[in-house]
């Protein structure tokens, strides 16, 4: 109560300002537009939902075969890597022209947004298993499919409940971008509607209505996770695997082949479904426009320019979300009771989408970067701090018995026993946040700030400019990936000491 009378306070102090709705406000819009609210929810939520369960179901088989047929892994994580990295906002305008009327473009991005925030930390569970359970198995006579299904299975179960958790308010925000593309119905169409008319109260009605709905996926998910999740059997403690090493000739081996795996297979869409080159372009288009052609001096030039001014929002709003989240979980675990706090502001922050609240955020904190980098470590902490949350909790009750014998304080057992058992979470959830912060960029400036790479591909889509969109697509996928590996690296420093279970052999 006390929040909801600080909350109206403050919205009757800036009465006028464009900024804030109290919840009166909130509710008297909702009880005079709830016919028309409700049909659009109903739309949004049914283009989630189908997207979800696509994304998910894709990002279970695929981890189970990278597991089952180790030497495919790579190229699955690179692959979806690519695949999440491409933005939205760019790709939305693309996939309406390709599917044309309908909602394909919706389910297709609510697919996209939710696949590799599974894929990644489910992953990381299912590697995430005692050397004595896959041991005892092999002594069985067991194979690869055992193991994966009676030992790695049970592992990852709480590493993919962290994952669908943080995938509810991901498609959702899919979802949404996809209706900004041109669909007929939804709490997006409402949404851009509202923007335009500078309506705050059906800006926050809209963005409460998505907050809610958001909140009680993830909640409910949660509650399952729990039924299903009676805790880790006993571990016996064993001395670490030794961590392989991989020659650098190799690994960049590997890179330039995936790299032409991924251009042959563009031109090979493109071309096996005879998509017209006008919005449709080819690897050798953009490189055509970019390096080749006459104005590729001025086109780089554009590009270069937009790409930096959000390089320069999205480094400093990335690491922010990634060391506030993983500060605020370790909070959380040395004081219990400030979960009670933290999480339910935490959730509600993440649930509101980013596409409602980055013009009032940018409103505020004005159109540099500020508002920018703020909007992107929203984006980043939610993440982090809830696959953290869950990442501090798999310490093996063994090693929480040694601690206990000693009376070490809580802090102790967070630095030398928790932590290290968060890292593989942690280091999910940075692979993951990658895309997550440019996405969060692009999408504020697309909306909001008239500057960098949104702008420049919100002008491109507006007057069809598809070498130029395109361009930027490649531009931004380019820089996600290099920065994903970047992550990698570190990750593989670090898991060689406290997690060579995690590397590949």
Same mark, same amino acid.
């Given at each position: @109560?006390?929040?909801?009378?600080?909350?109206?306070?403050?919205?009757?102090?800036?009465?006028?300002?464009?900024?804030?709705?109290?919840?009166?406000?909130?509710?008297?819009?909702?009880?005079?537009?709830?016919?028309?609210?409700?049909?659009?929810?109903?739309?949004?939520?049914?283009?989630?939902? *189908?997207?979800?369960?696509?994304?998910?179901?894709?990002?279970? &088989?695929?981890?189970?075969? +990278?597991?089952?047929?180790?030497?495919?892994?790579?190229?699955?994580?690179?692959?979806?890597?690519?695949?999440?990295?491409? %933005?939205?906002?760019?790709?939305?305008?693309?996939?309406?022209?390709?599917?044309? %009327?309908?909602?394909?473009?919706?389910?297709?991005?609510?697919?996209?947004?939710?696949?590799?925030?599974?894929?990644?930390? &489910?992953?990381? $569970?299912?590697?995430?298993?005692?050397?004595?359970?896959?041991?005892?198995?092999? *002594?069985?006579?067991?194979?690869?499919?055992?193991?994966?299904?009676?030992?790695?299975?049970?592992?990852?179960?709480?590493?993919?409940?962290?994952?669908?958790?943080?995938?509810?308010?991901?498609?959702?925000?899919?979802?949404?971008?996809?209706?900004?593309?041109?669909?007929?119905?939804?709490?997006?169409?409402?949404?851009?509607?509202?923007?335009?008319?500078?309506?705050?109260?059906?800006?926050?009605?809209?963005?409460?209505?998505?907050?809610?709905?958001?909140?009680?996926?993830?909640?409910?998910?949660?509650?399952? #996770?729990?039924?299903?999740?009676?805790?880790?059997?006993?571990?016996?403690? +064993?001395?670490?695997?030794?961590?392989?090493?991989?020659?650098?000739?190799?690994?960049?081996?590997? !890179?330039?082949?995936?790299? &032409?795996?991924?251009?042959?297979?563009?031109?090979?869409?493109?071309?096996?479904?005879?998509?017209?080159?006008?919005?449709?372009?080819?690897?050798?288009?953009?490189?055509?426009?970019?390096?080749? #052609?006459?104005?590729?001096?001025? /086109?780089?030039?554009?590009?270069?320019?937009?790409?930096?001014?959000?390089?320069?929002?999205?480094?400093?709003?990335?690491?922010? #979300?990634?060391?506030?989240?993983?500060?605020?979980?370790?909070?959380?675990?040395?004081? %219990?009771? @400030?979960?009670?706090?933290?999480?339910?502001?935490?959730?509600?922050?993440?649930?509101?989408?980013?596409?409602?609240?980055?013009?009032? =955020?940018?409103?505020?904190?004005?159109?540099?970067?500020? #508002?920018?980098?703020?909007?992107?470590?929203?984006? =980043?902490?939610?993440?982090?701090?809830?696959?953290?949350?869950?990442?501090?909790?798999?310490?093996?009750?063994?090693?929480?018995?040694?601690?206990?014998?000693? *009376?070490?304080?809580?802090?102790?057992?967070?630095? /030398?026993?928790? =932590?290290?058992?968060?890292?593989?979470?942690?280091?999910?959830?940075?692979? =993951?946040?990658?895309?997550?912060?440019?996405?969060?960029?692009?999408?504020?400036?697309?909306?909001?700030?008239?500057? $960098?790479?949104? /702008?420049?591909?919100?002008?491109?889509?507006?007057?069809?400019?598809?070498?130029?969109?395109? *361009?930027?697509? !490649?531009?931004?996928?380019?820089?996600?990936?290099?920065? /994903?590996?970047?992550?990698?690296?570190?990750?593989?420093?670090?898991?060689?000491?406290?997690?060579?279970?995690?590397?590949?052999?």
């Amino acid at each position: @109560m006390a929040v909801l009378l600080a909350w109206q306070f403050a919205a009757t102090l800036l009465a006028g300002s464009f900024l804030f709705a109290g919840p009166i406000e909130i509710l008297r819009y909702l009880l005079d537009n709830h016919a028309a609210l409700g049909r659009a929810l109903l739309a949004t939520v049914q283009t989630a939902a *189908s997207g979800y369960l696509w994304g998910n179901a894709v990002a279970i &088989l695929l981890a189970g075969l +990278a597991l089952l047929l180790p030497l495919s892994e790579r190229p699955i994580r690179i692959l979806s890597l690519v695949i999440f990295c491409l %933005p939205l906002i760019a790709t939305g305008p693309i996939l309406r022209v390709l599917y044309g %009327p309908g909602i394909g473009p919706q389910v297709t991005l609510a697919a996209l947004s939710v696949f590799y925030t599974t894929l990644v930390p &489910l992953l990381a $569970g299912l590697r995430a298993v005692p050397r004595v359970w896959v041991d005892m198995v092999q *002594s069985y006579g067991r194979g690869r499919w055992t193991t994966l299904a009676k030992v790695r299975v049970l592992a990852s179960t709480p590493y993919l409940i962290a994952g669908l958790q943080i995938a509810a308010p991901a498609a959702f925000l899919g979802a949404l971008i996809g209706e900004f593309t041109g669909a007929e119905r939804g709490l997006g169409i409402l949404t851009l509607q509202a923007m335009r008319r500078l309506d705050t109260d059906a800006t926050w009605a809209i963005a409460s209505i998505a907050a809610v709905t958001s909140i009680s996926v993830y909640l409910v998910i949660g509650q399952l #996770g729990r039924l299903l999740w009676k805790g880790a059997p006993t571990t016996l403690l +064993a001395p670490p695997l030794k961590a392989p090493r991989r020659h650098w000739l190799g690994s960049v081996a590997g !890179v330039l082949g995936l790299t &032409l795996m991924v251009l042959l297979l563009w031109q090979g869409v493109m071309d096996v479904f005879g998509l017209n080159r006008f919005f449709a372009k080819r690897p050798y288009d953009i490189w055509s426009f970019l390096v080749t #052609g006459a104005e590729a001096e001025a /086109h780089r030039e554009t590009l270069l320019s937009a790409l930096g001014d959000t390089l320069i929002t999205v480094v400093p709003g990335f690491f922010a #979300g990634l060391a506030l989240g993983g500060a605020l979980a370790a909070l959380c675990t040395l004081m %219990p009771r @400030m979960s009670g706090v933290l999480l339910p502001v935490a959730i509600t922050l993440r649930a509101v989408p980013i596409v409602t609240t980055a013009p009032l =955020i940018v409103l505020w904190l004005g159109r540099g970067p500020t #508002g920018v980098i703020t909007i992107v470590a929203i984006m =980043i902490f939610f993440p982090t701090l809830i696959a953290c949350l869950h990442g501090l909790k798999q310490v093996p009750k063994a090693v929480l018995d040694v601690c206990e014998s000693y *009376s070490a304080p809580r802090w102790r057992i967070l630095v /030398h026993a928790r =932590i290290p058992a968060a890292l593989p979470a942690f280091f999910a959830t940075a692979r =993951i946040a990658v895309p997550a912060a440019v996405l969060a960029a692009t999408v504020a400036e697309w909306l909001a700030t008239g500057q $960098g790479m949104g /702008h420049l591909m919100a002008l491109a889509a507006s007057t069809s400019d598809y070498n130029m969109l395109w *361009s930027a697509v !490649v531009a931004l996928t380019l820089v996600a990936v290099i920065a /994903h590996f970047a992550v990698a690296l570190a990750e593989q420093v670090v898991f060689a000491r406290y997690a060579p279970e995690q590397l590949q052999p």
